[in-house]
């Protein structure tokens, strides 16, 4: 029983590509996150929802889009992809704000 | 600004040895703090908060932390290492407020020499 899953787990594109990451949590948290970590393994967030409603929107371009159709799921629409992108990208989720995080096994992206 | 500063890049401990991971943190309110534990391919696991209470906290798989105000500090500690605790460690803190910002440190990546 994954509590956190992405898919896809790999993610090859071109650049100008737009393409999407699903994730799913069932574990009946309230609030969702959606992190970047780089090849330096620097993590960052880029987004977080509570109850389905923007908390967080750090400073990321706008082509990057995510959508909350409920409370267990959180996906990311990325538009116009970039060689920058690439990343491995990380959700979690938390039963409430402040609380620990759990993640998902990541989708690793790579634009060529 | 919210900071997280993990000195070390790597640090290697012989097995059985006792081992500490850095942490320093600046807020400018009452912190909650947490460590994360990244195997190779994976995502990251949760290893123990302090939120508030007793200073020294316990988390999984034999890991303590102790918070030091004055310090500024959340150095996660274990007695006797294992192999198996090779990987990349993550301290983390957030001020819960409207916007629940947590910030990572870069990492810290643990090697157990057998």
């Known amino acids: 029983d994954t509590a956190v899953s992405q898919t896809p787990k790999y993610l090859v594109t071109q650049m100008g590509n737009d393409k999407s990451i699903k994730c799913e949590q069932n574990?009946?948290?309230?609030?969702m996150y959606w992190y970047k970590q780089d090849s330096k393994k620097f993590l960052k967030i880029m987004f977080s929802?509570?109850?389905?409603?923007?908390?967080i929107n750090e400073t990321v371009p706008n082509r990057f889009s995510p959508k909350s159709p409920d409370k267990a799921h959180l996906n990311l629409h990325i538009n116009s992809l970039e060689l920058g992108d690439s990343a491995v990208y990380f959700c979690?989720?938390?039963?409430?704000?402040?609380?620990?995080?759990?993640f998902g096994p990541g989708t690793r992206l790579t634009v060529t | 600004a919210q900071s997280v500063a993990q000195p070390e890049d790597q640090v290697n401990v012989a097995e059985g040895n006792p081992l500490t991971v850095k942490c320093t943190y600046s807020v400018s309110g009452n912190p909650y703090l947490f460590w994360y534990v990244q195997y190779p391919n994976r995502g990251l696991q949760f290893l123990l908060k302090y939120i508030t209470g007793d200073n020294l906290v316990k988390g999984s798989y034999g890991f303590e932390a102790e918070f030091n105000k004055s310090q500024t500090s959340f150095h996660l500690k274990k007695p006797s290492a294992l192999v198996s605790d090779s990987a990349l460690y993550f301290c983390?803190?957030?001020?819960?407020?409207?916007?629940?910002?947590?910030?990572f440190g870069k990492g810290t990546r643990l090697h157990i020499l057998p």
């Open positions: 979690a989720s938390s039963p409430t704000t402040g609380s620990e995080q759990y």
């Open positions: 983390a803190v957030n001020i819960v407020n409207r916007d629940d910002k947590i910030i």
């Open positions: 929802y509570n109850n389905k409603e923007l908390i």
């Open positions: 574990l009946g948290h309230d609030t």
